[in-house]
């Protein structure tokens, strides 16, 4: 698996951080219940823009704007299905187009590896864009819970190739069961890490307990990786010692910048963590066992940064 052999090599994978905040620092609007993903079909430089500061601040690794990029989602919007589809296979190729450019310089290559792309693989709830992202609580049946993630990922695994599949900010284990077995009913090629939402060091979102989350994933042939993400900081020292308990899986982590999340003003509430401190957490988080780490909501490329230095 492609994280295992980067591991042979350097001591950790480097994640991106945020794309909805750096998109917003560089001076665009992401109030949309599209969020990032309008920005596939009104200016996609927008996007390769993001994409290109994060791997010049170091980044191993750069997640797609596909998480809430979805065919449901588009049609809402007055787009129709066919160029949904293409929205969604356009959130990968960019990324893959900014990494190869990046490394036609040869200056970029003398101290690193080439750089990975992960196709963001985000929850139901985030198509809600209502909050429900954060506690997992849809109130649809199963079949339609299914239903929804199948399309998105038959377009990626069939019609992209991204290196690694970044299912994240998954609230419960329901829903990362009904993803997994799709995994399994498309006989999916593409490695992947599943990255729950959790409320504290014990729970994700939807109350489930996370050793319970990852003795299955551990179990799982198709999850190669797993972890937590779009979390606060302060809950990460004790969901790797959790984790630990019951998964050798490389362990990603890549939680928010210490911000919370107000879903009534669709705002993220200032946090108190500089880039640096951040990155002094990110050392001990990497001590204690993580493998694969970045940042979520509200990190920038300052942060990401901060961590290459104090890790590779």
């Not at 480097?14 to 620092?25: C, F, H, P, V």
């Not at 080439?114 to 079949?143: F, H, Q, R, T």
């Amino acid at each position: 698996m492609i994280i295992d052999e980067i591991l042979k090599t350097q001591k950790a994978v480097i994640l991106d951080g945020a794309l909805g905040t750096q998109i917003q620092k560089n001076g665009y609007d992401v109030n949309d219940k599209l969020w990032s993903a309008k920005y596939l079909d009104e200016n996609i430089e927008v996007i390769s823009q993001v994409h290109r500061q994060y791997l010049e601040a170091g980044a191993d690794c750069i997640i797609t704007s596909s998480y809430q990029a979805s065919i449901e989602g588009f049609i809402q919007k007055g787009f129709t299905s066919q160029r949904a589809k293409e929205l969604i296979k356009k959130s990968i190729e960019i990324a893959k187009e900014t990494v190869d450019e990046f490394w036609q310089n040869t200056q970029n290559k003398n101290t690193r590896i080439k750089p990975i792309v992960a196709a963001s693989i985000g929850p139901y709830g985030a198509y809600l864009a209502d909050g429900s992202e954060y506690s997992g609580d849809y109130k649809i049946s199963k079949e339609s819970l299914k239903e929804f993630h199948k399309k998105r990922l038959e377009i990626i695994i069939i019609k992209t190739n991204p290196d690694i599949l970044a299912i994240e900010t998954i609230p419960s284990f329901y829903e990362a069961s009904v993803i997994c077995d799709l995994l399994e009913e498309l006989d999916c090629k593409i490695p992947a890490w599943v990255t729950f939402s959790a409320k504290d060091g014990f729970k994700t979102n939807a109350n489930d307990d996370i050793k319970k989350c990852m003795s299955y994933l551990q179990n799982h042939k198709f999850i190669h990786a797993l972890g937590v993400n779009c979390t606060a900081p302060q809950y990460i020292l004790k969901l790797i010692k959790n984790i630990k308990e019951v998964s050798t899986k490389p362990i990603v982590i890549y939680p928010n910048g210490g911000s919370r999340y107000n879903p009534i003003t669709k705002e993220w509430e200032k946090g108190e963590l500089s880039s640096k401190e951040f990155s002094k957490l990110a050392y001990l988080w990497y001590e204690k066992g993580a493998r694969v780490i970045g940042g979520c909501c509200e990190t920038t490329p300052d942060e990401i940064s901060e961590i290459r230095k104090v890790i590779i």
